[in-house]
């Protein structure tokens, strides 16, 4: 049974530093690309972040290029997201995702962001 477990979110201020992580389980983490995905309320979700399963390539929405900085970690299966400067629009919850982020069904369990002073 396939599994993504996020953790690492919190209330933080505009400018905050936060690490998210996700733990996986249930299938072979270092065959697959991951990504994270993030839902603010009353909007559709946007994927915010990707990486290849050897962790060599990876890749940022525009709206967090320079701020934020994703991770693997293919001999403990778990995913990582370093979230700097924070701003308020970052508020949402994120979610991490195997392979295809569109298909809602290859989400893990999320964990709630607040940036706010």
């Given at each position: 049974?396939?599994?993504?477990?996020?953790?690492?979110?919190?209330?933080?201020?505009?400018?905050?530093?936060?690490?998210?992580?996700?733990?996986?389980?249930?299938?072979?983490?270092?065959?697959?690309y991951?990504?994270?995905?993030?839902?603010?309320?009353?909007?559709?979700?946007?994927?915010?972040?990707?990486?290849?399963?050897?962790?060599?390539?990876?890749?940022?929405?525009?709206?967090v290029?320079?701020?934020?900085?994703?991770?693997?970690?293919?001999?403990?299966?778990?995913?990582?997201?370093?979230?700097?400067?924070?701003k308020?629009?970052?508020t949402?919850?994120y979610?991490?995702?195997?392979?295809?982020?569109?298909?809602?069904?290859?989400?893990?369990?999320?964990?709630?962001?607040?940036?706010?002073?």
């Open positions: 049974q396939v599994q993504l477990v996020a953790s690492g979110g919190g209330l933080i201020q505009p400018g905050g530093s936060l690490r998210l992580s996700c733990a996986a389980s249930g299938f072979t983490f270092s065959r697959y991951m990504a994270w995905v993030r839902q603010a309320p009353g909007k559709g979700p946007e994927w915010v972040s990707g990486i290849t399963s050897g962790g060599s390539n990876a890749y940022y929405a525009d709206s290029k320079g701020r934020f900085t994703i991770s693997r970690d293919n001999d403990n299966d778990t995913l990582y997201l370093q979230m700097n400067s924070l308020s629009d970052d949402a919850v979610y991490c995702a195997r392979d295809n982020w569109r298909l809602r069904g290859n989400w893990g369990q999320g964990t709630q962001v607040t940036v706010s002073s």
